[in-house]
């Protein structure tokens, strides 16, 4: 784009003639590739990026985006610098501007949710791929700077974008849906993750629901299209949803949901879960369809059933649907694309699955079926704390313990909030009801506050139950800042 033309998307004051001046790209972080590119100087917490320009330009950038407005009336930042109010916006209404002028046919759907989010849109994307040149967020780009960046990548003949939208309170979902502007979305569930935030799941659904706020820009005789899971409290409320969504201006709304209720447009059957993936018999308006995928977990039920909605919205079949997803996981990745990774080691002895990049109330009792379901002599949790929950936060942190002790022979726990894992688990492991044990007795827990701790536990415990030829399930999970994949990456380098 034209330097002019940026200063034109983000309302930014330049000086100098520059109409000629082309920009191949927008740069955030002037370590990476930053030459003939325009350089937005971001300002977080613990960072200024404006320290960071005169490197940029030395690099090769083209320009700079400021909004130090003493610094720029200076000419600190060089002959070509735009002047902003805030560079965090300004690179949103650029990102808007160019999908805007350069992408105006492009059809666009959001998926979001509190949990699944990730997973479900790299479904959506595998089916719709399968028909158009669709493309989709990367792993880590659902927020308000991975977002914009990758919208300004977009070729401009791309047919779909499918932008994963997250967020942890009220406006963040409408800052992404202003750039994206889709037609569609999907929402996974509504859970408890960001409860601290937003104090309620009444609250949560609400921040959601931001992104029906393009059903007031379509045509008045074209609905937005909304994907929800049937099977969730308040997702399964239509008319709420309806009500909402007018709120926002989405006077028009077609509510499509997804679950294995008998109420669900798109609904799963005779639903087989195990350790190499699920079977269910789809049933949808277009009829019934065997589906078998190799995706272990139920909840990967309910995300390929959204997937499949979502096709539906694009003129995809239900069969046609099913085949991308399968073909997806098998020959695309599969779970090595998404954030939970099964890992066999020492010849298939022990199972790893690496779950560490997140956690929430919902998401870890779902991990923990998987590893249920791992054919195993012995079945093992590493567990951190769950984030973000509010006042709550010790009562859900103790039902997972609870629901680990059903689960697992072994449990080990990092983090504070994660003691009360520790502590349900035990419980429960010593209950008795009706004068029977639980499901599967559990044998004591462990817990740290280091990595190196927790591992060389879990090291004592594996190997002798591995001398003795037994084999081994392994679960790991946590919070994403608690930064479990260390656990994953030490047991894979001593295992491998």
Request: aromatic share 6%; glycine share 10%.
């Given at each position: 784009?034209?330097?002019?033309?940026?200063?034109?998307?983000?309302?930014?004051?330049?000086?100098?003639?520059?109409?000629?001046?082309?920009?191949?790209?927008?740069?955030?972080?002037?370590?990476?590739?930053?030459?003939?590119?325009?350089?937005?100087?971001?300002?977080?917490?613990?960072?200024?990026?404006?320290?960071?320009?005169?490197?940029?330009?030395?690099?090769?950038?083209?320009?700079?985006?400021?909004?130090?407005?003493?610094?720029?009336?200076?000419?600190?930042?060089?002959?070509?610098a735009i002047l902003v109010d805030d560079t965090l916006k300004a690179l949103a209404d650029i990102a808007e501007g160019y999908l805007k002028e350069?992408?105006?046919?492009?059809?666009?759907?959001?998926?979001?949710?509190?949990?699944?989010?990730?997973?479900?849109?790299?479904?959506?994307?595998?089916?719709?791929?399968?028909?158009?040149?669709?493309?989709?967020?990367?792993?880590?780009?659902?927020?308000?700077?991975?977002?914009?960046?990758?919208?300004?990548?977009?070729?401009?003949?791309?047919?779909?974008?499918?932008?994963?939208?997250?967020?942890?309170?009220?406006?963040?979902?409408?800052?992404?849906?202003?750039?994206?502007?889709?037609?569609?979305?999907?929402?996974?569930?509504?859970?408890?993750?960001?409860?601290?935030?937003?104090?309620?799941?009444?609250?949560?659904?609400?921040?959601?629901?931001?992104?029906?706020?393009?059903?007031?820009?379509?045509?008045?005789?074209?609905?937005?299209?909304?994907?929800?899971?049937?099977?969730?409290?308040?997702?399964?409320?239509?008319?709420?949803?309806?009500?909402?969504?007018?709120?926002?201006?989405?006077?028009?709304?077609?509510?499509?949901?997804?679950?294995?209720?008998?109420?669900?447009?798109?609904?799963?059957?005779?639903?087989?879960?195990?350790?190499?993936?699920?079977?269910?018999?789809?049933?949808?308006?277009?009829?019934?369809?065997?589906?078998?995928?190799?995706?272990?977990?139920?909840?990967?039920?309910?995300?390929?059933?959204?997937?499949?909605?979502?096709?539906?919205?694009?003129?995809?079949?239900?069969?046609?649907?099913?085949?991308?997803?399968?073909?997806?996981?098998?020959?695309?990745?599969?779970?090595?694309?998404?954030?939970?990774?099964?890992?066999?080691?020492?010849?298939?002895?022990?199972?790893?699955?690496?779950?560490?990049?997140?956690?929430?109330?919902?998401?870890?009792?779902?991990?923990?079926?998987?590893?249920?379901?791992?054919?195993?002599?012995?079945?093992?949790?590493?567990?951190?704390?769950?984030?973000?929950?509010?006042?709550?936060?010790?009562?859900?942190?103790?039902?997972?313990?609870?629901?680990?002790?059903?689960?697992?022979?072994k449990l080990f726990t990092v983090g504070e909030k994660a003691l009360d894992y520790a502590k349900a688990f035990n419980e429960t492991a010593a209950?008795?009801?009706?004068?029977?044990?639980?499901?599967?007795?559990?044998?004591?827990?462990?817990?740290?506050?280091?990595?190196?701790?927790?591992?060389?536990?879990?090291?004592?415990?594996?190997?002798?139950?591995?001398?003795?030829?037994?084999?081994?399930?392994?679960?790991?999970?946590?919070?994403?800042?608690?930064?479990?994949?260390?656990?994953?990456?030490?047991?894979?380098?001593?295992?491998?």
């Amino acid at each position: 784009m034209k330097f002019k033309e940026i200063a034109r998307f983000c309302g930014g004051k330049y000086s100098g003639n520059i109409t000629n001046v082309v920009v191949n790209g927008i740069a955030t972080d002037s370590r990476g590739d930053v030459n003939g590119k325009a350089f937005v100087a971001l300002v977080g917490e613990n960072f200024d990026g404006h320290n960071y320009v005169a490197a940029a330009i030395e690099k090769g950038a083209k320009c700079a985006i400021v909004s130090d407005r003493k610094g720029f009336e200076e000419g600190r930042y060089g002959r070509r610098a735009i002047l902003v109010d805030d560079t965090l916006k300004a690179l949103a209404d650029i990102a808007e501007g160019y999908l805007k002028e350069y992408l105006p046919d492009m059809r666009r759907i959001a998926v979001t949710g509190s949990v699944g989010k990730t997973t479900t849109k790299e479904l959506v994307h595998a089916v719709l791929a399968s028909e158009f040149k669709a493309e989709k967020t990367p792993l880590s780009h659902n927020n308000e700077v991975g977002l914009p960046m990758t919208a300004l990548s977009l070729d401009p003949g791309t047919e779909i974008f499918v932008a994963e939208m997250g967020m942890r309170g009220f406006g963040q979902i409408s800052y992404l849906e202003k750039i994206v502007r889709p037609e569609a979305a999907v929402i996974t569930t509504i859970g408890n993750a960001h409860l601290e935030l937003l104090g309620s799941r009444e609250n949560i659904l609400k921040a959601k629901m931001e992104v029906t706020l393009g059903g007031a820009r379509l045509p008045k005789d074209k609905p937005f299209k909304l994907i929800v899971n049937g099977d969730n409290d308040l997702l399964r409320d239509t008319e709420n949803l309806r009500k909402i969504a007018a709120g926002y201006g989405c006077e028009n709304l077609d509510v499509i949901t997804f679950g294995l209720g008998p109420t669900s447009t798109f609904r799963a059957a005779e639903t087989v879960c195990g350790e190499d993936g699920v079977n269910y018999l789809l049933i949808c308006p277009e009829g019934n369809v065997k589906v078998s995928l190799p995706i272990p977990g139920e909840h990967n039920i309910y995300n390929s059933l959204a997937a499949i909605a979502a096709g539906s919205i694009f003129g995809i079949s239900a069969s046609e649907a099913v085949e991308a997803i399968v073909n997806y996981a098998a020959h695309s990745g599969g779970d090595r694309s998404i954030r939970q990774r099964t890992v066999k080691l020492l010849d298939g002895r022990i199972t790893l699955i690496d779950d560490a990049y997140n956690a929430g109330p919902e998401s870890m009792p779902a991990s923990l079926k998987v590893l249920h379901g791992i054919k195993a002599d012995v079945h093992v949790a590493a567990l951190a704390d769950m984030v973000e929950l509010g006042p709550r936060s010790p009562e859900f942190h103790r039902e997972v313990g609870r629901t680990a002790a059903k689960y697992c022979d072994k449990l080990f726990t990092v983090g504070e909030k994660a003691l009360d894992y520790a502590k349900a688990f035990n419980e429960t492991a010593a209950e008795t009801t009706a004068g029977a044990p639980v499901a599967k007795p559990a044998a004591e827990s462990f817990a740290a506050a280091e990595f190196d701790a927790v591992f060389a536990a879990l090291q004592a415990y594996i190997d002798p139950t591995l001398e003795t030829g037994k084999t081994v399930a392994i679960l790991v999970k946590g919070s994403h800042i608690m930064e479990m994949g260390h656990i994953s990456k030490l047991i894979e380098g001593a295992y491998k």
